[in-house]
């Protein structure tokens, strides 16, 4: 089994504080943009805003997609070490039900982290691309 990178709350809260940063700045720049598109939008105002409508659905599939994913390997992970715990002898089995406890309180940070994952991408890569072509 692959062995997933140890995510954290301090990843997720960087995660969440990135994603604050990067919505209201769409958000402006795209209500702005439809404030003075007037009603004959250009082909491209008609594709930022198609755009807009597609990839909310698409990201927040992706992510329900990544945290049902990631749950089922936390729970793997978790009933693996419960069971190796069982099979060893009392005396050998209070470190084994110490980790298995500590990666059961990981593992909701990792399905937290995974679910968070494609809508921050996705916000602060509309960030970039709008800042870069507002720019201009």
Not at 68 to 88: D, E, H, I
Not at 91 to 114: I, P
């Amino acid at each position: 089994m692959k062995k997933r990178p140890h995510s954290s709350a301090s990843r997720v809260a960087s995660r969440l504080a990135q994603l604050s940063n990067d919505v209201p700045q769409v958000v402006a720049h795209r209500v702005s943009r439809m404030a003075t598109t007037g009603p004959m939008p250009s082909a491209r105002d008609r594709q930022e805003f198609t755009g807009m409508v597609v990839e909310k659905p698409m990201a927040f599939a992706q992510s329900c997609m990544n945290m049902w994913m990631a749950g089922l390997q936390v729970q793997q992970t978790y009933w693996t070490s419960l069971s190796r715990a069982m099979l060893q002898p009392p005396w050998l089995s209070l470190r084994t039900h110490a980790d298995a406890f500590h990666r059961a309180g990981q593992g909701g940070w990792f399905v937290l982290d995974q679910g968070i994952g494609p809508i921050q991408r996705q916000a602060s890569s509309n960030a970039r691309r709008l800042n870069r072509r507002g720019s201009r």
